[in-house]
């Protein structure tokens, strides 16, 4: 599809189909890479080592931290992009696109020196005990070391995205996680690299996928450009950015810290423990990962048409999405909740790990439920670049909530304690999201009734 068909379809093409359209390639992609979180873990296991399972979930916070300073660009400019294309202002949107882009090159490079000299120390933080950090140390320094290739993929991913070529998106997205899958077992058994393998095999991945992503611009495939004439170092251009990505960048890295909280109160019970939590975690990101796909098609269709000023598409593609996100979590916790000795299975047949898994994943089931409204009303307030709810959203869940409940129930309910704590976060994530969209419900109607005015006067 050329790019004037693309924003022709984000104009005035059918809701469910074009959010389909965007939506599939990016469930897709999605699924890819919590697929292949999923495949490195079940690599490792094979390793027969507890402790190398271990690093592997003390480093997931790490992985979390270096996508949210990609993020942070991606989900900032693409945001921003969405809005200037559906206004007619791809000048600006070239120049927010750019901006994003060579901000995120300097970053990433600051980020793997700093990273790297101070290893030991970064997986302290995340919870890595004396049996684990040897091979964390491996693991870690290998994936950090060559973190600007994961920054640069999130980052180039939401701007390519952003003008709706998810399609383009998703295969870069795929391509990197199929790589990482066929380079594992080369990597960790045939080369016998063991748990450096597993690093290898994602770096090898993603650098492949960045190129793939650069291939985009070099060829023109869409309106967006980010040669080095395009980049300003403007306050105009930082602040438009920075908007919606701090709030995201805040609330990923909150999710690292929170992971980091659950690891080193995890860690009291023993490495089996640390497992069991890492597990969970992996098979909550396949979930997680969908409703991210929808909220990714959602995310351009809702700023280009806030931009055009055609509210009632911004409504409608809003509930439809809400309706199909939430119907796909009900679906899966439904899954979770019967077969969740067999999914823990899977990965590890320590018997300590499977009762801690299945314990956790279950009870985290009841509130999975919810994560399709949640994710897709966080996405609505980022799409119409509104920083302040943004913001407060992405600290909620993980801030106000998860971490002092990590924090606190552990010292009463012991190992429980920690299980319990997810699922009461979301709870009450969900409270406070009701009260922002009922807020801004309002003010969007009021937005729309002045325009209305000044289109009729």
Not at 114 to 124: A, P, Q
Not at 321 to 326: A, D, K, L, N, P
Request: aromatic share 10%; glycine share 8%; charged share 15%.
């Amino acid at each position: 599809m050329n790019p004037q068909n693309r924003q022709d379809m984000l104009r005035s093409g059918s809701i469910g189909k074009t959010l389909l359209k965007l939506s599939t390639p990016a469930i897709i992609a999605m699924l890819a890479i919590a697929l292949y979180n999923l495949v490195d873990t079940m690599y490792i296991g094979l390793l027969k080592d507890t402790a190398a399972i271990g690093a592997a979930t003390v480093m997931f916070p790490v992985f979390m931290i270096i996508s949210s300073i990609g993020l942070m660009f991606g989900t900032g400019a693409g945001s921003a992009i969405s809005r200037r294309l559906g206004a007619g202002e791809a000048e600006k949107a070239n120049r927010i696109a750019a901006t994003a882009y060579y901000s995120c090159i300097a970053i990433g490079i600051l980020f793997s020196i700093f990273g790297v000299i101070n290893i030991r120390m970064i997986l302290l933080l995340f919870g890595a005990t004396d049996t684990i950090m040897d091979k964390a140390v491996i693991y870690g320094s290998i994936i950090i070391g060559g973190s600007i290739f994961q920054m640069l993929n999130m980052c180039l991913n939401n701007i390519v995205r952003s003008e709706g070529a998810s399609a383009y998106s998703g295969r870069a997205m795929i391509m990197g996680a199929v790589l990482n899958v066929i380079l594992d077992p080369i990597f960790m058994f045939v080369l016998d690299m063991g748990i450096a393998g597993a690093a290898w095999a994602t770096i090898a991945s993603q650098l492949i996928s960045n190129l793939y992503l650069m291939r985009f611009f070099l060829k023109e495939m869409g309106v967006i450009r980010i040669g080095p004439k395009h980049f300003t170092f403007s306050r105009e251009n930082y602040a438009e950015i920075m908007k919606i990505g701090v709030p995201t960048f805040v609330r990923q890295i909150l999710l690292s810290v929170s992971m980091g909280v659950m690891n080193n109160s995890a860690s009291v019970y023993g490495d089996e423990a640390i497992a069991a939590t890492g597990v969970v975690t992996r098979l909550l990101a396949l979930v997680t990962y969908v409703i991210f796909g929808l909220g990714q098609g959602f995310q351009p269709i809702a700023g280009f048409n806030y931009g055009a000023k055609q509210y009632a598409r911004v409504h409608k593609s809003f509930r439809i999405t809400v309706i199909w996100s939430s119907a796909f979590s009900i679906f899966v916790s439904g899954l979770f909740l019967l077969f969740a000795p067999m999914l823990i299975k899977l990965f590890s047949q320590d018997p300590d790990v499977v009762a801690i898994g299945t314990r956790a994943l279950r009870f985290t089931s009841l509130t999975l439920m919810l994560l399709g409204f949640q994710n897709t009303s966080a996405i609505f307030f980022q799409a119409l670049g509104k920083g302040r709810e943004t913001a407060f959203l992405a600290m909620a869940r993980q801030g106000f909530f998860l971490i002092p409940l990590l924090l606190i129930l552990p010292r009463f309910l012991g190992l429980d304690g920690i299980i319990f704590s997810q699922p009461l976060a979301d709870l009450l994530t969900v409270v406070i999201t009701l009260i922002l969209l009922a807020v801004n419900s309002r003010n969007l109607a009021r937005e729309e009734k002045d325009w209305l005015k000044q289109t009729d006067s």
